[in-house]
């Protein structure tokens, strides 16, 4: 069966979904992006990355030419409409297509732009998940606005890059010394106090929808959560390492730029809240 994306209110099929070369995000990265999980044809923690997206647009006052609603309706019907199980729904909104091609916004008759397409992914039963992955570290080199989540990601696509020609899972990126964020990912680690340390939200990263989640089951369980800026030493020092996201879940971290962490295994933390998790996952997907 052919794939099926939505383009401006249609569903087509994905060879045929086209945009105008004029569209803002082609031409400046005028755009924000979102992608939710899907599990069993449902949609997972949908509501958060909703709100996500809504503040996004907002910051850079990007109107959605769609309800959340809406785009809840068409994600939905994407899903049907690809027989989707297990994977990823991917939605773009733009500042539209306008012929000026001029730095300031357009004029207010200059549509939005919404794109969806999804992918199928086995999140659940992904080989690394107990295996545990390698990171690498690079510098930092984004701008001062990552909490947007911005469809401008050559930064990240560098980074990941190198991790993948260093065989690694993921980059960590580094910032006056410390750990900001995996290229896609938001890093943790766990303490020799048993303590889980993750990065305060900020402008300096992202505030990830299964971030927000893991610290919350964390806390249900009286778990100690502190959120606080780390370094690569701290992180080489702990028990034990991990990432979170929508694509990947809960995944272990065993090595960062080659040397072990721990005792070079998936750590019992970072399985017991890939394990939560995925009940989360599949008790509230909608």
């Known amino acids: 069966m052919d794939p099926i994306a939505y383009v401006n209110g249609s569903f087509v099929p994905l060879a045929d979904a086209k945009i105008s070369v004029l569209d ?3 031409l400046f990265a005028d755009g924000i992006y979102e992608v939710s999980a899907v599990l069993d044809g449902k949609l997972v923690d949908n509501a958060s990355h909703l709100a996500r997206l809504q503040r996004s647009v907002g910051e850079i006052k990007l109107r959605l030419p769609e309800t959340l609603d809406r785009i809840t309706e068409i994600q ?4 049907a409409r690809n027989k989707l199980e297990n994977g990823l729904v991917y939605l773009q909104v733009t500042r539209g297509a306008d012929k000026s091609r001029d730095f300031p916004f357009p004029k207010a008759d200059v549509k939005s732009s919404l794109v969806m397409f999804t992918s199928e992914k086995d999140i659940i039963n992904a080989p690394v998940a107990k295996t545990g ?8 080199i984004r701008w001062e606005r990552r909490d947007i989540k911005s469809v401008a990601l050559l930064a990240q696509v560098l980074a990941k890059q190198v991790a993948a020609e260093a065989g690694a899972g993921e980059a960590w990126m580094l910032q006056d010394g410390y750990v ?10 766990l303490t020799r106090d048993d303590v889980i340390v993750t990065r305060q939200n900020s402008n300096a990263i992202l505030p990830g929808c299964t971030r ?5 089951l964390a806390q249900e369980r009286q778990l100690r959560v502190e959120e606080r800026s780390f370094t690569v030493a701290e992180a080489l020092a702990a028990k034990e390492a991990f990432i979170t996201s929508a694509s990947a879940f809960v995944q272990p971290v065993i090595a960062v730029d080659g040397k072990t962490i721990g005792d070079g295994k998936p750590g019992p933390m970072a399985t017991r809240l890939r394990e939560i998790y995925v009940e989360f996952a599949k008790a509230t997907a909608v």
């Open 133 to 140: 992955i390698n990171v690498i570290t690079v510098p930092d």
């Open 76 to 79: 939905k019907e994407l899903i």
């Open 24 to 26: 803002r995000g082609f």
């Open 212 to 216: 927000k989640a893991v610290i919350a």
């Open 180 to 189: 900001t964020e995996g290229g896609s990912s938001t890093a943790f680690i």
